[in-house]
């Protein structure tokens, strides 16, 4: 059985010292921040959080270790973060045109009811660029795993094994946030994976690094592509969910029809709405998802079809576009 507590935001409601205290951990716990970049080692605040049991992975310096002493593996990274680039421009464009004519079709009047259909093959068209961008990105993952394998680079072994020693002394692990493309490309490159029995708690990025659809979102965003945008694959730890950080800041809530296109097209996934304050605990394992209490709410868990068990509490977008608590089974 496994634990995976998903936080919202901590800069401005700090929930991850007394969360981690009622876990009642006495081993030493890890901690990933390199989403934090050049940051990374002020890491002071949160190892207070942590009782003073919190010992720093340091991804991101070991991976600028790793590009300053191996030119081979320096290229490669770079050669991949260019062709991501250039795919997302066009990714971008086509993902653009989609959701464009997802709008047409909504605000078309249907004499003769035809509308659900054309709105439903409108949003499968939006899912066909999705697929097709998940594809080309897994192709280029392909690309650099070959480019920076340990056979290929020693240094990266080296690093791979120290942090592998340490995460076998750690009972639990904290993901914090930040950048969340800098937070996937160090745990890729280090083939970084969490044990079952590890207690994992993440916000923000973090908690985008579990699921295994990250997806970018900022319905506000002053240019560029306002839908939301899928951007890599998470760890999988928390298959089925797509966790959706600062919301209430980020997503046009009050508008169903959007939130419910939202939904449908993710309509394999619980959308999981992490604002300020939000704790939400998974007790999980591979075979059976997931199933536990948010903070606030009943014990239990819901599902909805073939959807993942999402624990009771939970604030969760729905199919129709509204906004619900998950309720207790």
Same mark, same amino acid.
């Given at each position: ?57 340091? $991804?991101? *310096? ?49 004499? *003769? ?27 280029? *993952? ?41 937070? $996937?490309?160090? $745990? ?142």
């Amino acid at each position: 059985m496994s634990t995976t507590i998903l936080l919202g935001p901590q800069r401005f409601t700090t929930t991850v010292g007394a969360v981690v205290r009622s876990l009642d951990l006495t081993g030493r716990i890890a901690m990933v921040n390199a989403g934090w970049e050049e940051r990374e080692a002020d890491d002071f605040e949160l190892a207070g959080h942590l009782d003073g049991r919190g010992v720093n992975l340091g $991804l991101h *310096h070991r991976m600028t270790d790793v590009l300053e002493k191996d030119e081979q593996v320096a290229t490669a990274l770079r050669e991949f973060r260019e062709s991501v680039d250039e795919l997302r421009a066009f990714y971008g464009i086509r993902l653009q045109s989609a959701m464009d004519a997802v709008e047409a079709v909504a605000h078309r009047t249907s004499l *003769h009811d035809v509308r659900p259909w054309a709105a439903e093959a409108a949003i499968e068209s939006v899912r066909d660029v999705d697929k097709w961008y998940a594809a080309a990105v897994a192709e280029l *993952h392909a690309s650099l795993r070959a480019a920076t394998s340990p056979d290929s680079s020693g240094i990266i072994g080296w690093h791979r094994g120290e942090i592998g020693a340490v995460l076998a002394e750690c009972e639990g692990v904290v993901v914090a946030g930040g950048n969340v493309r800098v937070l $996937l490309e160090t $745990l890729r490159l280090f083939d970084v994976s969490f044990r079952p029995e590890q207690v994992v708690v993440a916000w923000s990025a973090g908690a985008m690094a579990l699921t295994d659809e990250v997806v970018l979102f900022h319905d506000f965003a002053p240019h560029g592509v306002t839908a939301a945008e899928l951007h890599d694959r998470g760890l999988g730890r928390l298959p089925g969910v797509i966790a959706l950080p600062h919301a209430k800041r980020r997503l046009r809530l009050d508008d169903r029809e959007h939130m419910a296109r939202l939904a449908r097209r993710f309509v394999e996934h619980r959308l999981l709405l992490l604002d300020d304050g939000a704790v939400v605990r998974f007790h999980h394992d591979a075979a059976h998802g997931a199933e536990g209490g948010a903070e606030g709410g009943a014990e239990g868990a819901a599902t909805s079809g073939g959807a993942p068990v999402v624990p009771a509490g939970a604030r969760v977008v729905q199919a129709d576009g509204h906004v619900s608590v998950v309720q207790a089974a």
